[in-house]
């Protein structure tokens, strides 16, 4: 696989919420607006890519019986790390993200591509693997972001543009699960679309 391919595999085809529907929990509870959801995804993207980083270069030093447990440890390290620099500078996030931001260390996405990519690849690769995957959860998390944000709140990075108020639902846990469902969807759809077209 090319190293382009690598990249941006995780944009579109292979995006670990919109395609291979893994981190929901984050997903739906951080992304009632746009600021919330950007910096969920910067901070995965940052816990991603530098424990890929890690794990590939430690991978022959690791003993097979505690590759797991070696693995938490070293992702549950950045995931202290970035949670520390929200909290210093950017509380009101924090306190938006919460829980969201330690929980980060049990996100299957982060620990998937460590068991699937990282401890049998290169460096380089892994660190392209990680900006990748983690680039396209911020994909998915600032669209679900910004149509919830839009509908509920009548606002975009909270400014608001529509007087009133929203769309009630939008902002709550039943509007999550609706705009995931039909952005899941609508991507699958894209998908079969282009698959039909290529095969064509």
């Known amino acids: 696989?090319?190293?382009?391919?690598?990249?941006?595999?995780?944009?579109?085809?292979?995006?670990?919420?919109?395609?291979?529907?893994?981190?929901?929990?984050?997903?739906?509870?951080?992304?009632?607006?746009?600021?919330?959801?950007?910096?969920?995804?910067?901070?995965?993207?940052?816990?991603?890519?530098?424990?890929?980083?890690?794990?590939?270069l430690l991978k022959n030093v690791i003993p097979d019986k505690v590759r797991i447990p070696s693995f938490i440890v070293i992702i549950a390290t950045f995931v202290s790390m970035i949670d520390l620099l929200i909290q210093g500078y950017a509380p009101s996030l924090a306190s938006s993200l919460g829980i969201f931001i330690p929980l980060i260390v049990v996100n299957c996405i982060v620990l998937g591509r460590a068991e699937a990519f990282a401890s049998k690849n290169t460096v380089g690769d892994s660190i392209l693997d990680g900006l990748g995957m983690g680039i396209g959860f911020t994909i998915a998390l600032t669209i679900i972001g910004s149509v919830r944000?839009?509908?509920?709140?009548?606002?975009?990075?909270?400014?608001k543009f529509i007087q009133g108020d929203g769309i009630?639902?939008?902002?709550?846990?039943?509007?999550?699960?609706?705009?995931?469902?039909?952005?899941?969807?609508?991507?699958r759809y894209l998908q079969s679309k282009k698959k039909l077209k290529t095969e064509n």
């Open 1 to 56: 696989m090319s190293k382009l391919n690598i990249l941006t595999k995780g944009f579109f085809k292979e995006n670990p919420v919109l395609v291979l529907v893994l981190g929901t929990c984050p997903t739906l509870a951080v992304t009632t607006s746009v600021k919330n959801a950007l910096g969920m995804g910067l901070a995965t993207t940052f816990v991603l890519l530098m424990s890929n980083t890690i794990i590939s």
């Open 149 to 159: 944000e839009i509908l509920g709140s009548g606002s975009f990075f909270d400014h």
């Open 168 to 187: 009630l639902i939008f902002v709550l846990a039943p509007g999550a699960f609706l705009v995931f469902g039909f952005t899941v969807a609508l991507v």
